[in-house]
């Protein structure tokens, strides 16, 4: 493409990053008649949520689950009432349930599924005394669920300790909450202790049959068809600003593209250094959780080998640490992830466990090419130690292992420090200080695949669309 | 644009937007949204698919003329009459 050719295109809105936020933003956009651009620093779409191959085999990026599972066909469900704005059938997902997953502490586990009697009675069960809070705490969180989650900066420790008053008990259900969808410290916003209980716990888990891959090509496609243009291996390194407005991008070739508004899930921090002359007026504390996981193919089915759950989160302590560690990984708790323990309609084709732990970003992030690499060798095996502890071991039957570490994140998204739900405090109506800049994706508020999709239209709906 | 020809213009908008509603027995006296299922993200599609359309502009002040199909069509039949 000449860059002449580029300098007569002016585009309604230009939209950074293919991610699940910029893909969803983008087709609201297209489908309402607004000329729109993607750019994708990377040749592929996904970010986070992409696939690769790699030993021969087709690998999903970020994939354990998919939350929001609308087992009733509710259509006021959130995921029904996402695809609705996207204009996507809700059934060509092909979203297959979790069968059982569990949360393993010391000397007590609690299984549940993706109806929420189940965990009822499985605390009944194990704190008998605690069961009535529960059932107070889902019946709030639905009720929350109705106004849509309204930002409420307050502790989500203060808010689960109002209904469940074990110590314990409140470190089991807040694990999994934190894994999938905390960027803080410690504790948690109240909204999003709501939020992630309602999508994981009162809605539930599943999986696309056919991996990430689905849905990505099913997003790009609608875009597509309603007219939005992507561009991919194209990088924005500048945005530029005229009398205080947003006028245009400046790609990675250094072009100049047009355009009336800016889109961008790069991140808060990271949009305001590609904006320097705004300077960084909103002090933002950027976030330090991220994870590695490892991906391993093994040459039995997990079931033959007695793992019979979809999903575990374990903690090896009474108490459960959510911060970043010392050490570069904390094998002390993770999320072990069993793909083909959901219910598909047709059998998997490969044999997979996925396991996460918090690790260090900077440990990886500033590591030599060999120092990395033995890393990578060393914690494969601690995080197999602990792993086996809480479940039968794989270790045998392993034929192909992989591991992603804070450096690759950041490789994938461009974030800072390889965080991977951003920064803690959230701009929920994605406003910077320059008024035709905004913010989606990770830092504009919902987290995971669906809330990255949901910030996306959310976003458009208020500030470009009405 | 007919009364009838409206009314079938809006039916296309709304089965676009929920397109598994059975919508061939409406209530035309009824508000729509007592027999669709139909949210208020989805009313403001249908504004949106309107503009998009047939370049309506409907302000939200507006919004209540929409709640039935019959007073839907009263409201824009003066401005698409003549599309
Ligand atoms: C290991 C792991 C497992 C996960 N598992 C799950 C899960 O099971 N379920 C779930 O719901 N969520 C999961 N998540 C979280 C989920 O992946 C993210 O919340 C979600 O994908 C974020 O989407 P996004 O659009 O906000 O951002 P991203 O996916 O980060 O997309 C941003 C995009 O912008 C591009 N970009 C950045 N800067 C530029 C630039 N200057 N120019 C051009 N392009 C640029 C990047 O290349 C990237 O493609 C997981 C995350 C990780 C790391």
Redesign the pocket.
């Known amino acids: 493409m000449s860059s002449n050719w580029c300098a007569l295109l002016k585009y309604d809105v230009i939209i950074?990053?293919?991610?699940?936020?910029?893909l969803a933003a983008g087709i609201r956009l297209a489908h309402f008649g607004k000329k729109t651009l993607i750019?994708?620093?990377?040749y592929r779409v996904?970010?986070?949520?992409s696939f690769y191959r790699a030993g021969g085999y087709d690998l999903d990026v970020?994939?354990?689950?998919?939350?929001n599972f609308n087992s009733k066909g509710l259509k006021s469900a959130p995921l029904s009432r996402l695809m609705r704005r996207l204009r996507i059938k809700e059934d060509d997902l092909e979203l297959c349930p979790q069968k059982e997953s569990r949360i393993t502490f010391p000397n007590v586990s609690l299984n549940f599924n993706n109806d929420i009697r189940f965990l009822t009675q499985q605390i009944e069960e194990s704190f008998p005394d605690q069961r009535d809070g529960f059932i107070r705490l889902i019946d709030n969180i639905i009720r929350m669920s109705k106004d849509g989650f309204l930002q409420k900066a307050d502790s989500g420790r203060k808010f689960l300790k109002r209904f469940i008053t074990d110590p314990y008990l409140l470190e089991m259900i807040i694990c999994p909450l934190m894994f999938?969808g905390n960027a803080r410290e410690h504790d948690m916003d109240h909204d999003f202790v709501a939020l992630m209980f309602f999508s994981l716990f009162i809605e539930g888990l599943s999986r696309p049959q056919k991996g990430i891959r689905a849905i990505l090509d099913l997003l790009l496609k609608r875009y597509e068809d309603s007219g939005g243009e992507l561009q991919t291996q194209?990088?924005?390194v500048k945005i530029k600003l005229k009398d205080g407005s947003v006028s245009g991008v400046i790609t990675g070739s250094d072009e100049l593209i047009e355009c009336d508004a800016v889109l961008s899930?790069?991140g808060i921090d990271?949009t305001y250094n590609?904006c320097r002359e705004v300077g960084n007026n909103k002090l933002i504390t950027p976030g330090v959780m991220s994870?590695a996981?490892s991906i391993y193919i093994l040459d039995k089915k997990p079931l033959e080998l007695s793992i019979d759950h979809s999903i575990i989160f374990y903690n090896r302590s009474t108490t459960f640490k959510y911060q970043k560690p010392l050490e570069p990984i904390n094998v002390d708790s993770g999320v072990i992830c069993m793909p083909g323990n959901f219910t598909y309609n047709e059998p998997q084709t490969k044999e997979e466990i996925r396991v996460?732990h918090i690790a260090n970003p900077n440990y990886w992030i500033d590591a030599d090419q060999g120092e990395y690499t033995n890393s990578k060798m060393l914690w494969h095996d601690r995080s197999l130690d602990a792993v086996s502890e809480i479940m039968p071991s794989f270790r045998e039957n392993i034929v192909y292992r992989d591991m992603?570490t804070p450096k690759t994140?950041k490789r994938?998204?461009?974030?800072t420090s390889g965080v991977?739900y951003g920064a803690p405090d959230k701009i929920r109506d994605g406003m910077t200080s320059v008024n035709n800049l905004y913010i989606i994706?990770?830092d504009q508020g919902f987290?995971?695949?669906?809330?990255?999709m949901i910030g996306g239209v959310e976003v458009v709906n208020r500030q470009l669309l009405v | 644009m007919t009364r009838e020809s409206i009314k079938a213009a809006i039916i296309e908008i709304i089965n676009e937007i929920v397109p598994d509603e059975d919508l061939s027995d409406l209530d035309h006296q009824k508000p729509l949204r007592d027999q669709i299922d139909l949210d208020s993200m989805d009313f403001l599609d249908i504004v949106m698919e309107l503009r998009k359309k047939y370049r309506i502009e409907v302000p939200e002040e507006d919004y209540d003329e929409l709640s039935t199909m019959n007073s839907t069509i009263d409201y824009l039949l003066p401005k698409m009459e003549s599309l």
Request: no cysteine; charged share 10%.
């Open positions: 950074i990053g293919a991610g699940l936020s910029g750019m994708e620093r990377h996904g970010g986070l949520n970020g994939l354990h689950a998919v939350t999938y194209s990088e924005v899930s790069a990271e590609i994870f996981e996460t992603f994140i994938f998204t461009g974030h991977v994706g990770t987290v995971g695949i669906v809330g990255a």
